[in-house]
């Protein structure tokens, strides 16, 4: 059965860090996305990274503030978020996939539960 667990939201201040990890089980995956869905908005891509290469994506919108990482091949991901911004509040969720990136949401066959970061202005 495979499993996706997030963990590593919370409350933090404007500028403040916070570092979620994500840890699957189950399968072995290529590729771990992040994303996340504020109140009345769509579910939009953060970033991900090849399980295998380490190479890295982002959206512009946390381009230079956002780096997700691997400690290798294996569990677990890591999403550090930097000088965060109340426009990052937000239901942050662990993505897996078989295939290369993608930015959407439907390249992604496995899903975390979600876990809330919300920043205070």
């Known amino acids: 059965q495979v499993q996706l667990v997030e963990s590593g939201g919370g409350l933090v201040q404007a500028g403040g860090s916070l570092r979620l990890s994500c840890t699957a089980s189950?399968?072995?995956?290529?590729?771990m996305g992040w994303f996340r869905q504020a109140p009345g908005k769509e579910r939009e891509f953060v970033g991900a990274?090849?399980?295998?290469?380490?190479?890295?994506y982002y959206a512009d919108s946390v381009k230079g503030r956002f780096t997700i990482s691997r400690d290798n091949a294996k569990n677990p991901v890591y999403l550090q978020m930097n000088n965060l911004k109340p426009d990052d509040t937000a239901v942050y969720y662990c993505?897996?996939?078989?295939?290369?990136?993608?930015?959407?949401?439907?390249?992604?066959?496995?899903w975390g539960q979600g876990t809330q970061v919300t920043v205070s202005s």
């Open positions: 993505a897996a996939s078989i295939f290369s990136y993608s930015t959407s949401s439907a390249g992604y066959a496995y």
């Open positions: 189950g399968r072995s995956f290529y590729t």
């Open positions: 990274i090849s399980r295998s290469t380490g190479n890295t």
